[in-house]
């Protein structure tokens, strides 16, 4: 069982809408992580937080919109998505900055 | 440039046999390497990660890796594999930066009967 919680597993979407996506972990970790991840492709990072402070932002479309209230939460607010943003977006956290990542399932995102 | 390249986009292996999945890596010094292994529909697991001493490091569900640092490689290896072995698998690399995994394309391996 995974420790890292993402909710929804599936969300479906228009372009106008508003949704968030969640992500929660219990295990004490310092930095937490967005993940995008296209079929058949690698993930690729979005952002992280270390110390409940955004540290990486990589270039991602104001779209989408991350926050993290506590040192357990990640939320991704989404706004205004294209199609091409359809995916599968992983939450990850981590302990250190080693590059030792615990991902959740992922929340898979379709936009209509 | 920094990179890290899986050569095999896919393999098929019978079930019982071995695997070698590999991974070649160009940093400028030693980085931390990992194998994640992903299931359909699934997060990323953790199956090994070398940081430094024995290059030989053992992971889950049987796997082990060889760190060769002429070769610039971290091959991941299993003496037998299992039907539930099916999976993508990426190696990774880090940089010294919060959560900035370089991962390979990853290669996905197939299990006959």
């Known amino acids: 069982d995974t420790e890292v919680t993402q909710t929804p597993k599936h969300l479906v979407m228009g372009m106008t809408n508003k949704k968030s996506l969640k992500c929660e972990q219990h295990m004490g970790h310092r930095a937490m992580y967005w993940y995008k991840q296209k079929a058949k492709k690698p993930p690729e990072l979005m952002f992280v937080?270390?110390?409940?402070?955004?540290?990486i932002n990589e270039s991602v479309p104001s779209r989408f919109s991350p926050e993290c209230p506590n040192s357990s939460l990640l939320n991704l607010h989404l706004h205004a998505l294209q199609p091409e943003d359809s995916a599968l977006y992983l939450c990850?956290?981590?302990?250190?900055?080693?590059?030792?990542?615990?991902f959740g399932e992922g929340s898979r995102l379709t936009v209509l | 440039a920094q990179s890290v390249t899986q050569p095999d986009i896919h393999i098929t292996v019978s079930e019982g046999a071995s695997l070698e999945l590999r991974c070649n890596y160009s940093y400028g010094a030693t980085p931390y390497l990992f194998w994640y292994v992903q299931s359909p529909g699934q997060g990323l697991q953790l199956l090994l990660k070398y940081f430094s001493g024995d290059t030989l490091v053992q992971g889950i569900k049987g796997f082990e890796a060889e760190f060769k640092r002429s070769q610039s490689s971290f091959n991941l290896r299993k003496p037998s594999v299992h039907w539930s072995d099916a999976a993508e698998y990426f190696c990774?690399?880090?940089?010294?930066?919060?959560?900035?995994?370089?991962f390979g394309a990853g290669t996905q391996v197939v299990v006959t009967p």
């Open positions: 937080y270390s110390y409940e402070k955004l540290s």
């Open positions: 990850a956290s981590s302990q250190d900055n080693t590059g030792e990542l615990f």
């Open positions: 990774a690399v880090s940089s010294d930066s919060w959560g900035k995994l370089q």
